[in-house]
């Protein structure tokens, strides 16, 4: 798995808050519906791409059929595809970078392809593979270490954000809303 800064993954997500995320999907089964979901709840602008839906919505965001259809601006390009893809989607990308400000190719969990990131690298643009900016947005927020995931401890302890009957129990200075 490519090795990246949290301070990078940081910067990214701090200052760069319009994500176009080719693969989006309408099934709320799919891993790109809930990333979708909570990037939109977390203030990023996501406009889905996907082709098969093009004209629909997908969590009242209209959906593209492909990046030169989407409005700009554009900073991160999230690759919900397979690696095989992922050339062409930055290919395509690079030929709108100019247009929608694209700065970011970003490729989901197992979407890993050294030609696409040479692409994109060599184009000025900052690359990261093998990764979901939902669960490292969560992961460096705290939020996911709040459930006791990031822990570094495996056990089958109850979370102390729960009581008897899963009553919400604030831990300590962190707060939740369930």
Do not use: H
């Amino acid at each position: 798995m490519p090795s990246y800064s949290d301070d990078l993954i940081k910067s990214i997500l701090r200052s760069n808050r319009f994500i176009a995320m080719v693969g989006a999907s309408g099934n709320e089964m799919r891993p790109s519906y809930f990333a979708m979901k909570y990037l939109l709840d977390k203030g990023f602008r996501v406009r889905p791409v996907n082709p098969g839906m093009t004209g629909k919505t997908i969590l009242n965001q209209e959906v593209y059929a492909s990046l030169k259809d989407v409005p700009a601006p554009i900073e991160i390009v999230d690759i919900f595809r397979g690696s095989e893809y992922a050339p062409k989607i930055v290919a395509e990308a690079l030929s709108e970078k100019d247009r929608l400000g694209i700065k970011v190719i970003w490729m989901q969990l197992g979407v890993i392809n050294e030609d696409a990131a040479n692409m994109a690298e060599d184009a000025g643009l900052t690359v990261i593979m093998d990764r979901c900016p939902k669960i490292e947005y969560g992961r460096l927020s705290g939020e996911i270490g709040w459930m006791g995931i990031n822990r570094k401890v495996i056990d089958n302890r109850k979370s102390k954000l729960f009581q008897k009957g899963g009553a919400l129990m604030l831990d300590d200075k962190k707060a939740a809303k369930l």
